[in-house]
């Protein structure tokens, strides 16, 4: 009976598998699989099969006294390795991607230009498309793809190059020239059809954050964008208003909900527009409204939250036929490296229902 994986032997396995991920991601951790680490990754490997492919054919070469050749391949190898290092520390794939596909046309023109070990020199040129396409996009890698193919043309049928004296049929370069071609047409497509497929991914990807994190009413952030934005600032001081509309429920059972929901929607807007720079707002929840304001101080941002509800208290809702008038509670809370998120909303509510319990249109601080 095969032994069941125990949970230490999952779990050396999947640090075995992060660590050759982490290998590849050349240090990027903790970070999800976004286009740019994507790019770094695959970068990598493309850097990481050409030191497995030139380094052996260079030394190979060496070994059967061809030095140029050799020497040239173990120098790709080389540049490859560095590449790695750079991008490990660097991170620029922008670069680092160029420090992959240049000496790649070089040295396949100089294959082309020699004939390669034992003739074969051109086969490997037709890696080409798919890696620079990948690496520069579909306008600037078909532009270099145009200049290397009309580099590919002058070698071959231009110069007196050692291709000519292999002993292959005529029309072979032809025949590798259309070939080349054909890759070139449908690493296009492929990488077109991938292209707009990212795109695609990218927008409905905004599009579901959006629905996350912002709520659909108010167009205010909602709880869990909120919060999001909240841990962000962990350690930083600044301070929270949590706000409740008095006697909401009146609203909806007198004039209906879509009343109320006209109402909330209005109430949003005067929360906002009364909010200083870097300050953000949420429906916290129903009729609940959370609020963060940071560089205030204590008489500030009471100043602040008495504004807020004294526009809320004079403003006329008017929703079709119906007009009324609604009052806000709020409870205010500092936060800082002494009072954690947590017991900072939790004291903010605390003061918010202080604040009903003592008539309610009124700002509590403490």
Known sequence: MTRPESGSDSLKADETKSSWLRFFYVGVTGESFSEDVRRVFIINLFATVGILFTLPLGVFSLLNGDSVRGAILILIAFLYAMNHVYLRYSHNHSLS?????YPLYALMIYLIYTGGMNGTGHVWIFCVPAVSLFLHGMKRGLIELGV??????????FMDSHFSDLGYHDTLKSRILFSFLVVV??????????????????ETSTKLKLV?????????LN?????????????????????DV????????EYGHDAGDYALTELAEIIQTS???????????????????????????????????????????TYQDHTFRMTLSIGIAPTNEFTPLSEAITIADNRLYSAKRSGRNQTRKS
């Open 97 to 101: 991607g160029s420090f992959v596909i």
């Open 212 to 220: 996350a994190y912002i709520d659909a009413l108010t167009g205010l």
């Open 148 to 157: 290397f193919t009309f580099a590919l043309i002058f070698v071959m049928f």
């Open 223 to 243: 709880r869990r964008g909120m919060l999001q934005r909240l841990e962000e600032k962990t350690g930083e001081t600044f301070h929270l208003l949590l706000a």
């Open 185 to 202: 047409f449908l690493s296009g497509i492929y990488e077109y059809s991938m292209s707009r497929f990212n795109h695609e991914l990218k």
């Open 275 to 317: 909010l200083p720079s870097g300050g953000f707002a949420s429906r916290w929840g129903g009729e609940e409204f959370l609020i963060a304001v940071d560089g205030c101080s204590e008489s500030d941002i009471y100043s602040l939250a008495e504004e807020i509800r004294i526009r809320i208290e004079s403003y006329e809702f």
């Open 246 to 253: 008095d006697f909401f429920k009146r609203v909806n059972d």
